[in-house]
Protein backbone atom coordinates (compact mmCIF):
# COMPACT_ATOMS: atom_id res chain seq x y z
CA UNK A 1 0.00 0.00 0.00
CA UNK A 2 1.60 3.61 -0.38
CA UNK A 3 1.29 6.15 1.63
CA UNK A 4 -1.76 8.31 -0.55
CA UNK A 5 -4.21 5.30 -0.49
CA UNK A 6 -4.87 6.06 2.94
CA UNK A 7 -8.29 7.18 3.72
CA UNK A 8 -7.64 10.68 4.57
CA UNK A 9 -11.37 11.38 4.70
CA UNK A 10 -12.34 8.75 6.71
CA UNK A 11 -9.40 9.81 9.04
CA UNK A 12 -10.53 13.31 9.03
CA UNK A 13 -14.05 12.36 9.99
CA UNK A 14 -12.84 10.20 12.59
CA UNK A 15 -11.06 12.54 14.39
CA UNK A 16 -13.48 15.18 13.63
CA UNK A 17 -16.14 12.82 15.93
CA UNK A 18 -15.78 13.41 19.31
CA UNK A 19 -15.47 10.25 21.05
CA UNK A 20 -14.87 8.56 17.99
CA UNK A 21 -11.87 5.99 18.17
CA UNK A 22 -11.99 3.52 15.42
CA UNK A 23 -12.48 3.69 11.59
CA UNK A 24 -12.90 1.00 9.17
CA UNK A 25 -11.11 1.19 5.28
CA UNK A 26 -10.30 -1.16 2.48
CA UNK A 27 -6.57 -1.66 1.31
CA UNK A 28 -5.39 -3.75 -1.50
CA UNK A 29 -3.65 -6.38 0.69
CA UNK A 30 -6.56 -6.95 3.31
CA UNK A 31 -10.54 -7.14 3.10
CA UNK A 32 -11.47 -4.43 5.53
CA UNK A 33 -9.26 -3.39 8.14
CA UNK A 34 -10.28 -1.29 11.14
CA UNK A 35 -7.97 0.99 13.25
CA UNK A 36 -9.37 1.40 16.88
CA UNK A 37 -7.44 3.95 18.63
CA UNK A 38 -6.55 2.27 22.18
CA UNK A 39 -5.99 5.15 24.76
CA UNK A 40 -7.36 8.87 23.96
CA UNK A 41 -4.81 10.56 21.98
CA UNK A 42 -5.36 14.21 20.03
CA UNK A 43 -6.85 13.80 16.66
CA UNK A 44 -4.11 14.74 14.82
CA UNK A 45 -1.81 12.10 16.24
CA UNK A 46 -4.77 9.85 15.35
CA UNK A 47 -4.22 10.80 11.78
CA UNK A 48 -0.34 10.68 11.76
CA UNK A 49 -0.22 7.30 13.24
CA UNK A 50 -2.49 6.05 10.27
CA UNK A 51 -0.66 7.75 7.63
CA UNK A 52 2.56 6.05 9.26
CA UNK A 53 0.78 3.16 9.25
CA UNK A 54 -0.39 2.69 5.60
CA UNK A 55 2.89 3.56 4.65
CA UNK A 56 5.22 1.34 6.55
CA UNK A 57 2.32 -1.17 6.48
CA UNK A 58 4.13 -3.56 3.68
CA UNK A 59 7.48 -3.56 5.74
CA UNK A 60 5.66 -4.96 8.79
CA UNK A 61 6.88 -8.52 9.35
CA UNK A 62 4.00 -9.76 10.91
CA UNK A 63 1.45 -8.44 9.00
CA UNK A 64 0.27 -10.95 6.57
CA UNK A 65 -2.28 -10.94 3.77
CA UNK A 66 -4.70 -13.05 4.56
CA UNK A 67 -6.42 -14.97 7.11
CA UNK A 68 -5.91 -13.74 10.75
CA UNK A 69 -4.21 -10.75 10.75
CA UNK A 70 -3.92 -7.71 13.34
CA UNK A 71 -0.87 -5.57 13.88
CA UNK A 72 0.24 -2.33 16.08
CA UNK A 73 2.27 0.47 16.06
CA UNK A 74 3.37 3.25 18.27
CA UNK A 75 3.65 6.54 16.80
CA UNK A 76 7.05 7.84 16.56
CA UNK A 77 5.60 11.33 18.06
CA UNK A 78 3.71 10.15 21.29
CA UNK A 79 3.78 6.75 21.35
CA UNK A 80 0.12 6.77 21.26
CA UNK A 81 -0.63 3.05 20.63
CA UNK A 82 -2.88 1.59 17.38
CA UNK A 83 -4.20 -1.40 17.11
CA UNK A 84 -4.79 -2.19 13.52
CA UNK A 85 -6.86 -5.37 12.88
CA UNK A 86 -8.49 -7.32 9.85
CA UNK A 87 -12.70 -7.36 10.87
CA UNK A 88 -13.08 -10.30 13.21
CA UNK A 89 -9.09 -10.81 13.29
CA UNK A 90 -6.57 -12.21 15.85
CA UNK A 91 -3.67 -10.52 16.69
CA UNK A 92 -0.60 -12.80 16.33
CA UNK A 93 2.30 -12.88 18.74
CA UNK A 94 4.52 -10.25 17.91
CA UNK A 95 8.37 -9.83 18.19
CA UNK A 96 9.85 -7.17 20.84
CA UNK A 97 11.17 -4.93 18.27
CA UNK A 98 8.42 -2.24 18.20
CA UNK A 99 7.90 -2.51 21.49
CA UNK A 100 11.70 -1.69 22.22
CA UNK A 101 12.25 1.15 19.83
CA UNK A 102 8.99 2.82 21.36
CA UNK A 103 10.25 1.99 24.96
CA UNK A 104 13.66 3.58 24.18
CA UNK A 105 12.66 6.87 22.78
CA UNK A 106 10.26 6.93 25.56
CA UNK A 107 12.77 6.41 28.44
CA UNK A 108 10.75 3.82 29.64
CA UNK A 109 11.20 -0.23 29.69
CA UNK A 110 8.95 -3.30 28.45
CA UNK A 111 8.10 -5.90 31.31
CA UNK A 112 8.99 -9.54 30.83
CA UNK A 113 6.76 -11.63 33.19
CA UNK A 114 7.78 -15.51 33.58
CA UNK A 115 4.27 -16.84 32.38
CA UNK A 116 3.93 -20.32 34.20
CA UNK A 117 0.59 -21.62 34.94
CA UNK A 118 -2.97 -20.43 33.33
CA UNK A 119 -3.41 -17.97 36.30
CA UNK A 120 -0.21 -16.32 35.87
CA UNK A 121 -0.62 -16.19 32.28
CA UNK A 122 -4.33 -14.37 32.89
CA UNK A 123 -3.14 -11.94 35.35
CA UNK A 124 -0.43 -10.52 32.98
CA UNK A 125 -2.88 -10.50 30.34
CA UNK A 126 -5.50 -8.62 32.05
CA UNK A 127 -3.16 -5.89 33.73
CA UNK A 128 -1.47 -5.15 30.43
CA UNK A 129 -4.82 -4.76 28.68
CA UNK A 130 -6.21 -2.35 31.65
CA UNK A 131 -3.00 -0.45 30.88
CA UNK A 132 -2.71 -0.68 27.37
CA UNK A 133 0.62 -1.94 27.63
CA UNK A 134 2.38 -4.66 25.33
CA UNK A 135 3.99 -7.30 27.18
CA UNK A 136 6.55 -9.80 26.64
CA UNK A 137 5.51 -13.40 28.23
CA UNK A 138 8.43 -15.41 29.09
CA UNK A 139 9.06 -19.40 29.64
CA UNK A 140 11.92 -20.47 30.92
CA UNK A 141 13.45 -24.09 30.11
CA UNK A 142 12.49 -25.46 33.93
CA UNK A 143 9.05 -23.92 33.07
CA UNK A 144 8.86 -25.83 29.40
CA UNK A 145 9.88 -28.93 31.35
CA UNK A 146 7.56 -28.55 34.06
CA UNK A 147 4.14 -27.74 32.07
CA UNK A 148 4.89 -29.23 28.58
CA UNK A 149 5.88 -27.10 25.98
CA UNK A 150 2.76 -27.80 24.52
CA UNK A 151 0.92 -26.33 27.11
CA UNK A 152 2.43 -23.57 27.59
CA UNK A 153 2.48 -22.47 23.96
CA UNK A 154 -1.87 -23.23 23.63
CA UNK A 155 -2.15 -21.07 26.85
CA UNK A 156 -0.07 -18.12 25.05
CA UNK A 157 -2.37 -18.33 21.87
CA UNK A 158 -5.54 -18.32 23.82
CA UNK A 159 -4.32 -15.52 25.96
CA UNK A 160 -3.27 -13.81 22.57
CA UNK A 161 -7.09 -14.86 21.36
CA UNK A 162 -8.99 -13.05 23.49
CA UNK A 163 -7.37 -10.06 24.25
CA UNK A 164 -5.99 -7.19 22.02
CA UNK A 165 -2.31 -6.12 23.35
CA UNK A 166 0.61 -7.08 21.79
CA UNK A 167 2.02 -9.82 23.04
CA UNK A 168 5.47 -11.21 22.49
CA UNK A 169 6.51 -14.84 23.75
CA UNK A 170 9.91 -15.28 24.62
CA UNK A 171 12.41 -17.95 25.60
CA UNK A 172 13.64 -16.78 28.68
CA UNK A 173 17.75 -18.08 29.42
CA UNK A 174 18.24 -20.10 26.95
CA UNK A 175 20.36 -22.62 27.67
CA UNK A 176 21.79 -24.05 24.41
CA UNK A 177 21.14 -24.21 20.71
CA UNK A 178 18.76 -27.07 20.46
CA UNK A 179 15.85 -25.55 23.12
CA UNK A 180 16.55 -21.72 21.21
CA UNK A 181 16.03 -23.74 17.56
CA UNK A 182 12.91 -25.74 19.53
CA UNK A 183 10.98 -22.42 20.35
CA UNK A 184 11.72 -20.85 17.30
CA UNK A 185 9.99 -23.87 15.47
CA UNK A 186 6.93 -23.96 17.97
CA UNK A 187 6.26 -20.61 17.52
CA UNK A 188 7.89 -18.14 20.10
CA UNK A 189 8.89 -14.50 18.87
CA UNK A 190 11.58 -13.94 20.68
CA UNK A 191 14.40 -16.10 22.00
CA UNK A 192 17.55 -15.53 24.57
CA UNK A 193 20.80 -17.30 24.03
CA UNK A 194 22.44 -17.64 27.53
CA UNK A 195 26.20 -17.89 26.38
CA UNK A 196 27.23 -15.61 29.58
CA UNK A 197 29.27 -18.57 30.80
CA UNK A 198 31.27 -19.29 28.20
CA UNK A 199 34.49 -17.85 27.21
CA UNK A 200 33.59 -14.70 25.38
CA UNK A 201 34.98 -15.63 21.78
CA UNK A 202 32.47 -18.92 22.39
CA UNK A 203 30.01 -17.24 23.91
CA UNK A 204 29.94 -14.93 20.19
CA UNK A 205 30.12 -18.10 18.43
CA UNK A 206 27.37 -19.58 19.86
CA UNK A 207 24.27 -16.65 19.91
CA UNK A 208 25.45 -16.15 16.32
CA UNK A 209 24.27 -19.10 15.41
CA UNK A 210 21.16 -19.08 17.24
CA UNK A 211 20.92 -15.45 15.84
CA UNK A 212 21.53 -16.63 12.21
CA UNK A 213 18.39 -19.15 12.71
CA UNK A 214 16.43 -17.20 14.49
CA UNK A 215 16.65 -14.07 11.73
CA UNK A 216 16.24 -16.24 9.26
CA UNK A 217 12.43 -16.56 10.65
CA UNK A 218 11.40 -13.82 12.06
CA UNK A 219 12.47 -14.29 14.82
CA UNK A 220 14.03 -11.89 17.67
CA UNK A 221 16.90 -12.56 19.78
CA UNK A 222 18.87 -11.59 23.36
CA UNK A 223 21.98 -12.60 24.12
CA UNK A 224 24.10 -11.95 27.35
CA UNK A 225 26.98 -10.82 28.71
CA UNK A 226 28.40 -10.71 32.61
CA UNK A 227 27.28 -12.23 35.42
CA UNK A 228 23.52 -11.99 34.97
CA UNK A 229 22.30 -13.92 37.88
CA UNK A 230 25.42 -14.31 40.20
CA UNK A 231 25.42 -15.82 43.52
CA UNK A 232 25.27 -12.56 46.62
CA UNK A 233 25.77 -14.96 49.17
CA UNK A 234 29.21 -16.03 47.15
CA UNK A 235 32.49 -13.93 47.97
CA UNK A 236 33.36 -13.79 44.70
CA UNK A 237 32.25 -10.28 43.03
CA UNK A 238 29.79 -10.67 40.70
CA UNK A 239 31.47 -10.17 36.94
CA UNK A 240 30.26 -7.09 35.29
CA UNK A 241 29.52 -6.53 31.92
CA UNK A 242 32.47 -4.49 30.65
CA UNK A 243 31.09 -1.74 27.98
CA UNK A 244 33.76 -2.29 25.38
CA UNK A 245 33.09 -6.03 25.36
CA UNK A 246 29.53 -5.50 25.21
CA UNK A 247 30.26 -3.49 21.57
CA UNK A 248 32.55 -5.89 20.13
CA UNK A 249 29.38 -8.72 21.24
CA UNK A 250 26.52 -7.17 19.55
CA UNK A 251 28.49 -6.03 15.93
CA UNK A 252 29.82 -9.90 16.12
CA UNK A 253 26.78 -11.46 16.83
CA UNK A 254 23.98 -9.04 15.35
CA UNK A 255 21.82 -9.90 18.51
CA UNK A 256 18.80 -7.76 18.63
CA UNK A 257 19.10 -7.09 22.33
CA UNK A 258 21.32 -8.05 25.45
CA UNK A 259 21.56 -8.53 28.71
CA UNK A 260 24.06 -6.90 30.95
CA UNK A 261 25.38 -7.47 34.36
CA UNK A 262 25.07 -4.49 36.56
CA UNK A 263 24.53 -6.10 40.14
CA UNK A 264 21.40 -8.00 39.74
CA UNK A 265 21.18 -11.33 40.96
CA UNK A 266 18.16 -14.64 40.36
CA UNK A 267 16.01 -15.38 43.46
CA UNK A 268 14.95 -13.22 46.29
CA UNK A 269 18.53 -12.74 48.13
CA UNK A 270 20.25 -10.12 45.96
CA UNK A 271 21.87 -7.94 47.99
CA UNK A 272 24.05 -8.92 51.57
CA UNK A 273 24.19 -4.98 52.55
CA UNK A 274 23.27 -1.93 50.76
CA UNK A 275 21.39 -2.62 46.78
CA UNK A 276 23.52 -1.09 44.76
CA UNK A 277 23.43 -0.86 40.99
CA UNK A 278 26.71 0.25 38.53
CA UNK A 279 24.35 2.96 36.94
CA UNK A 280 27.64 4.72 35.75
CA UNK A 281 28.77 1.30 33.84
CA UNK A 282 24.97 1.29 32.49
CA UNK A 283 25.30 4.28 31.36
CA UNK A 284 28.87 4.17 29.08
CA UNK A 285 27.21 0.86 27.33
CA UNK A 286 24.27 2.88 26.92
CA UNK A 287 26.42 5.85 25.00
CA UNK A 288 28.83 3.49 23.52
CA UNK A 289 25.30 1.72 22.10
CA UNK A 290 22.85 4.57 21.42
CA UNK A 291 19.26 3.09 20.72
CA UNK A 292 20.60 -0.54 21.97
CA UNK A 293 17.88 -2.46 24.13
CA UNK A 294 20.08 -3.62 27.03
CA UNK A 295 18.21 -6.06 29.08
CA UNK A 296 17.83 -6.79 33.17
CA UNK A 297 17.70 -9.94 34.71
CA UNK A 298 17.37 -10.66 38.38
CA UNK A 299 15.49 -7.16 38.55
CA UNK A 300 12.37 -8.08 41.13
CA UNK A 301 12.32 -5.92 44.03
CA UNK A 302 10.80 -8.59 46.48
CA UNK A 303 9.07 -5.51 48.13
CA UNK A 304 9.02 -6.09 51.88
CA UNK A 305 5.26 -5.87 52.03
CA UNK A 306 4.53 -9.38 50.41
CA UNK A 307 7.80 -10.82 52.41
CA UNK A 308 5.92 -10.06 55.61
CA UNK A 309 2.96 -11.26 54.11
CA UNK A 310 4.26 -14.57 53.64
CA UNK A 311 5.67 -15.09 56.94
CA UNK A 312 2.55 -13.94 58.44
CA UNK A 313 0.50 -16.60 57.23
CA UNK A 314 3.35 -19.25 57.96
CA UNK A 315 6.27 -18.49 55.49
CA UNK A 316 9.87 -18.63 56.54
CA UNK A 317 11.87 -16.07 54.24
CA UNK A 318 14.06 -14.50 55.81
CA UNK A 319 17.46 -11.95 54.63
CA UNK A 320 15.35 -11.25 51.28
CA UNK A 321 16.42 -8.21 49.67
CA UNK A 322 15.28 -6.90 45.95
CA UNK A 323 16.68 -4.03 43.46
CA UNK A 324 14.49 -0.99 44.71
CA UNK A 325 11.76 0.26 42.26
CA UNK A 326 13.53 3.74 42.24
CA UNK A 327 16.41 1.97 40.99
CA UNK A 328 14.76 -0.23 38.13
CA UNK A 329 13.37 3.59 37.17
CA UNK A 330 16.68 4.41 36.48
CA UNK A 331 17.63 1.76 35.25
CA UNK A 332 15.01 2.06 32.42
CA UNK A 333 15.95 5.74 31.69
CA UNK A 334 19.37 4.94 31.76
CA UNK A 335 18.53 2.24 28.70
CA UNK A 336 16.94 -0.94 30.14
CA UNK A 337 14.41 -1.42 27.27
CA UNK A 338 13.24 -5.09 29.46
CA UNK A 339 13.29 -5.94 32.95
CA UNK A 340 12.69 -9.63 33.81
CA UNK A 341 10.52 -10.27 36.63
CA UNK A 342 9.09 -13.04 38.63
CA UNK A 343 10.00 -13.44 41.67
CA UNK A 344 7.55 -10.73 42.58
CA UNK A 345 5.08 -12.39 40.79
CA UNK A 346 5.70 -15.83 42.61
CA UNK A 347 5.70 -14.25 46.21
CA UNK A 348 2.33 -12.45 45.48
CA UNK A 349 0.71 -15.58 44.09
CA UNK A 350 2.29 -17.40 47.59
CA UNK A 351 1.78 -15.15 49.57
CA UNK A 352 -2.44 -14.61 48.88
CA UNK A 353 -3.03 -18.19 49.08
CA UNK A 354 -1.12 -18.65 52.26
CA UNK A 355 -3.58 -16.14 53.54
CA UNK A 356 -6.70 -18.11 52.08
CA UNK A 357 -5.68 -21.25 53.31
CA UNK A 358 -4.93 -19.68 56.92
CA UNK A 359 -8.49 -17.45 56.60
CA UNK A 360 -10.51 -20.37 54.99
CA UNK A 361 -9.22 -23.58 56.58
CA UNK A 362 -12.34 -25.51 55.08
CA UNK A 363 -11.72 -24.38 51.40
CA UNK A 364 -10.54 -27.01 49.27
CA UNK A 365 -11.69 -26.00 45.18
CA UNK A 366 -8.64 -25.00 43.44
CA UNK A 367 -10.64 -22.28 41.97
CA UNK A 368 -11.51 -21.08 45.25
CA UNK A 369 -7.38 -19.91 46.24
CA UNK A 370 -6.35 -19.88 42.23
CA UNK A 371 -8.94 -17.02 41.93
CA UNK A 372 -7.55 -14.55 44.23
CA UNK A 373 -3.97 -15.68 43.25
CA UNK A 374 -4.39 -14.88 39.94
CA UNK A 375 -6.18 -11.32 41.25
CA UNK A 376 -3.05 -10.64 42.77
CA UNK A 377 -0.46 -11.35 40.01
CA UNK A 378 -2.76 -8.63 37.94
CA UNK A 379 -2.55 -5.97 40.56
CA UNK A 380 1.22 -6.48 40.80
CA UNK A 381 1.35 -6.43 37.04
CA UNK A 382 -0.76 -3.38 36.93
CA UNK A 383 1.85 -1.83 39.80
CA UNK A 384 4.67 -2.88 37.88
CA UNK A 385 3.26 -1.40 34.57
CA UNK A 386 2.57 1.85 36.18
CA UNK A 387 5.07 2.65 38.95
CA UNK A 388 8.79 1.18 38.14
CA UNK A 389 8.51 -0.21 34.27
CA UNK A 390 6.39 3.36 33.26
CA UNK A 391 5.25 1.33 30.68
CA UNK A 392 1.21 1.89 31.00
CA UNK A 393 -0.71 3.35 27.70
CA UNK A 394 2.37 3.85 25.54
CA UNK A 395 4.84 5.82 28.18
CA UNK A 396 2.02 8.75 28.92
CA UNK A 397 1.53 7.15 32.27
ZN1 LIG B 1 17.75 -14.64 33.58
Known sequence: MEAGDFPAA???????????????????QHDTIILRLVHPAPAAFFISSITEFCF????????????????????????????????????????SKRMFEAAQSGHYAIGAFNANNMEIIQGIISAAERESSPVILQVSEKSREYTNPVYLIKLVEAAVATSDVPVCLHLDDGPDYETCVACIDSGYTSVMIDGSRLPFEENIALTKKVVDYAHDHGVVVEGGLGDLHGDAESDVPLALTDPNHAVDFVAATGVDSLAVAIGTCYGPYKFKSEPTLAFERLQDMSNQLPGFPLVLHGASSVPKEFVDLNNQYGADINRAQGVPEDMLREA???????????????????????????EHPDAFDPQKYLGPGRRAIRSMVIHKMRHVLGCSHGGLG
Open 10 to 28: EAAEAAAAPGKTEIAFQSP
Open 56 to 95: FSDRLPFVRQSGIMISFIYTSFVNASLLICDKGGIMPLVT
Open 332 to 358: ARLGIAKINIETDLNLVMTACIRQFFI
